[in-house]
């Protein structure tokens, strides 16, 4: 999964159903610099003649059937619902999720630690990513994706984000997130959240059985992900998910 294409859902002792997935890291790519490692964002200040190159990288190593529908990703809960015409779909579209029944189309996430969400429904007829920081999660993008599914029984990847023993938070997320164990508060220090678990509790309400935790911080492995609460100007990793059967 990290750094290799995977069979999805051998993730949760599946059968092969055709869908593949993977995840990027910043071990490739540039040696150096604020960007160094394998940068696939448009949208953080870096050359964009070397994030095409990397892109086009992309494509070739993990030999993907098509360029990654790229999103323009708002914190919000609009998921785009990807047919089969590639010209009616607006490129960079603004979403924060995307959702498809078309073989062969690549669904991408960019991030540096909100959390990748990959989403395949179990018989693998279809698929969705979701990009869910806490804002996101709030906004109800995790829900709007299942939604898209119509009942079909869901299994659910929750990819590299900023972990619990990172995500130092304010006394105002007492309100936002008040559920019991979600906030971890230390003595004399701030809170800290978990959002892999807001997301997974998210997920269970809404019915999905079958969730895989990554259980990778970003702001831990700072030689694998790129973080932008480490290190502020910063790349995006990506996790993408494509059906290969017809
Ligand atoms: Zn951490």
Redesign the pocket.
């Known amino acids: 999964m990290i750094n290799a294409v995977t069979d999805f859902h051998s993730l949760f002792g599946l059968p092969d159903r055709g869908v593949r997935a993977v995840c990027t890291t910043r071990q490739t790519g540039r040696r150096q610099g604020v960007y160094q490692g394998l940068n696939l964002a448009t949208h953080v200040g870096d050359d964009l003649k070397v994030v095409i190159k990397n892109r086009e990288w992309l494509r070739r190593q993990f030999n993907l059937p098509d360029e990654p529908r790229w999103l323009n990703q708002v914190h919000g809960a609009q998921i785009l619902e990807v047919g089969q015409n590639l010209e009616r779909d607006s490129a960079d579209a603004a979403a924060d999720g995307a959702i498809t029944l078309v073989s062969n189309t690549v669904l991408a996430i960019l991030t540096a630690d909100c959390l990748p969400i990959l989403l395949a429904s179990c018989d693998g007829a279809r698929i969705a990513v979701v990009h869910a920081g806490w804002r996101g999660l709030l906004a109800g993008v995790i829900e709007a994706a299942v939604a898209g599914f119509e009942g079909a029984p869901v299994c659910a990847w929750i990819g590299p984000g ?2 619990p ?2 995500f130092e938070v304010g006394p105002e997320f007492k309100a936002l997130f008040p559920e019991p164990g979600l906030l971890l508060s230390k003595p004399g220090q701030r809170d800290y959240l978990d959002l892999p678990e807001a997301a997974n509790r998210r997920l269970q309400k809404v019915g999905v059985r079958q969730i895989v935790q990554s259980e990778r ?1 970003t ?2 492995e700072k030689d694998t992900f790129y973080s932008y609460r480490r290190e502020g100007a910063t790349g995006r990793f990506a996790s993408l998910l494509w059906r290969t059967l017809g």
């Open positions: 900023m972990g023993c990172h911080c702001v831990c």
